[in-house]
Structures are given as structure tokens and as C-alpha cells.
Nanobody, 125 residues
Framework: QLQLVESGGALVQPGGSLMLSCAGSGFTLDSYVIGWFRQAPGKEREGVSCITRNGRTLYVDAVKGRFTISRDSAKNTVYLQMNSLQREDTAVYYC???????????????????WGQGTQVTVSS
């Protein structure tokens, strides 16, 4: 059974940092494009970052320079390092696996059939 499990969400003060993890079971994450998405209260789920099978990364403008996506093949895990967090980053964060692409990535949710359950990130003083 293919599963993605996110962890690392927490309450953090503005300017703080968090690292989110997305662990795969039942399949090898290196064989998939992995995307991070987030959904704030009352808003649609939006793409944040993605990483291709060969390690190319993409970020939305709102997080460029603050977030970093990476893979650890040995741990079958993808990370999202989030620095300089802002109140606007408050959301449930999801990771997802795209089975259609290999060396490019997108934020089209229809391309991601596998999703984790989400982890809450709250940025507040």
C-alpha cells in the first residue's frame, strides 16, 4: 500500500524555522516527483514547492529564498525546510507524489494521485 506521512508541523513564532518531513512507504520516493502543497483556512490548496526525480526544484514566489525542498534517498523521505516563517505561511501542509512526470514538476493537483494526511503549521506570536 502506497503511503505518504507528513510530520514536523508545529506552532512557531514569526521569523522562526521548521523542517517538514514526508516519508514514503510501499514505494520509492526517488521514482516520483514530489510536491509540497498547503491549505490555509478558507482558501484553496496551493502548491508551494516540488522536486523532480533528478533533483530539480521549483518554488512559488511567496516562499523563494525561504523554503528549501530536498530528498534523502536512504530514508525514503522528502523534506521542506522553512525559514523566516511569516503569519501568511500558516496552513496545513501536504506532500504528494506525481506519477505522470519525471524531470519537470507542476502544481496541478490532478497530477498527484498520492497524498499524505497533512501536518499543521501555525505561525503566531
Amino acid at each position: 500500500q502506497l503511503q505518504l506521512v507528513e510530520s514536523g508541523g508545529a506552532l512557531v513564532q514569526p521569523g522562526g524555522s521548521l523542517m517538514l518531513s514526508c516519508a514514503g512507504s510501499g514505494f520509492t520516493l526517488d521514482s516520483y516527483v514530489i510536491g509540497w502543497f498547503r491549505q490555509a483556512p478558507g482558501k484553496e490548496r496551493e502548491g508551494v514547492s516540488c522536486i523532480t526525480r533528478n533533483g530539480r526544484t521549483l518554488y512559488v514566489d511567496a516562499v523563494k529564498g525561504r523554503f528549501t525542498i530536498s530528498r534523502d534517498s536512504a530514508k525514503n523521505t522528502v523534506y521542506l525546510q522553512m525559514n523566516s516563517l511569516q503569519r501568511e505561511d500558516t496552513a496545513v501542509y501536504y506532500c504528494a507524489a506525481d506519477q505522470f512526470r519525471s524531470y519537470s514538476c507542476s502544481y496541478s493537483r490532478t497530477e498527484y494521485p498520492y497524498w499524505g494526511q497533512g501536518t499543521q503549521v501555525t505561525v503566531s506570536s
